[in-house]
């Protein structure tokens, strides 16, 4: 635990002083009471019971002035609370060796069932979007709260030629953030794609409003996005992955990567073809490393649903430092109520 404020923890001397104001008080008393023929009949009458009791409030009273200084320290403390994370994408490949049997009953039916236990976890206030990416990348489903269109939207998978992981990181990053104007042709196929600008200025586009300037943030400093992206492939074609990540990385969005099949390589069956195939694993932990994410490695489908679960997990739940000076003041406020409300009905006075 810590302290914004840490010298106000020297308030706390005061307890031994008013301690000791308490224990004068109380020899004060004691002078009264020998106006009695016999204290130990004032005792007896009283009854041990009653002695303890008296000291009750006066307790109370200083547990509550503890735990008020310890509030003033404002304490911060590594808690579990609900995440802060509103918006997920799901960045699938379905490129077609996500039709390989090696994994029961294929790589993308088993991909399929992992994601649509994920989406069904998932707490009704988290928006959930779906972005598949083969040759190049498209949105299947933007981020829904809706559970059955993003279960459809993942059956509607269709298998394409090529990987371009780089692709799916970008359209996932413009469907978070749909109002900064990502330049996805720019950066999905360069200065010579499909609708490249022309040399000269169009008259009506110069009356367009200049966009406002991009500024970066620091990498996994986004607390209400993350991106998922599973691959069984390396990048064919498309950006560069790394230049993808780092993209996110300025948006402050961490990307978990899963690389699903064989790391090192080896054979599936796809079609009656016995073909090689390996996901470029190198590239996706570096990926979750400038992202400040994580990388998984998932052989099967069984550890594949683990994952899912794992990340679910941590969306829904995640440790933060956080100030909890409140809850020492509630405390506080309580054990007062309970020192006022035992003195009036012991002694009908608050002192």
Do not use: C
């Not at 008020?68 to 077609?96: E, G, H, K, M, Y």
């Not at 090529?162 to 469907?175: E, F």
């Not at 069956?269 to 694993?281: I, L, N, P, V």
């Amino acid at each position: 635990m810590t302290f914004v404020w840490p010298q106000m923890l020297w308030l706390l001397l005061l307890a031994p002083v008013l301690i000791g104001i308490y224990i004068w008080l109380l020899s004060r008393r004691r002078k009264h009471a020998l106006r009695y023929a016999s204290v130990g009949l004032v005792r007896e009458a009283i009854g041990r019971r009653q002695r303890f009791r008296r000291h009750v409030p006066p307790l109370l009273f200083l547990i509550a002035l503890l735990a008020t200084i310890f509030a003033i320290a404002r304490p911060n403390a590594v808690v579990t609370l609900p995440s802060d994370q509103r918006t997920t994408i799901l960045a699938i490949d379905v490129s077609l060796s996500m039709r390989a049997n090696d994994i029961k009953p294929s790589r993308l039916e088993a991909a399929q069932t992992a994601a649509k236990a994920f989406v069904q976890e998932q707490p009704a206030d988290v928006l959930v979007g779906i972005v598949s990416f083969a040759g190049t990348a498209s949105v299947v489903q933007p981020p829904t709260h809706n559970r059955d269109d993003l279960i459809a939207a993942i059956d509607r998978f269709e298998l394409q030629r090529h990987t371009a992981i780089g692709s799916g990181i970008i359209v996932s990053l413009a469907t978070l953030f749909p109002d900064e104007g990502i330049d996805l042709e720019s950066l999905l196929f360069g200065a010579m794609g499909p609708r490249a600008q022309p040399l000269g200025k169009s008259i009506e586009r110069s009356t367009e409003p200049a966009k406002k300037p991009f500024k970066a943030v620091p990498p996994g400093s986004n607390g209400s996005a993350a991106i998922i992206l599973l691959t069984d492939g390396r990048r064919t074609t498309g950006p560069d992955s790394l230049d993808a990540a780092r993209l996110a990385a300025d948006h402050g969005v961490r990307i978990y990567a899963v690389g699903f099949g064989m790391p090192g390589g080896g054979t599936a069956d796809m079609d009656g073809y016995s073909m090689y195939m390996a996901f470029d694993e190198e590239t996706l932990k570096s990926i979750a490393e400038i992202t400040k994410g994580e990388y998984f490695h998932a052989a099967s489908a069984t550890e594949l649903a683990k994952i899912y679960q794992q990340l679910n997990a941590r969306y829904v739940l995640e440790k933060k430092e956080t100030e909890v000076g409140a809850l020492a003041v509630a405390a506080a406020a309580i054990l007062l109520l309970a020192a006022g409300t035992l003195s009036l009905l012991w002694y009908s006075r608050l002192a």
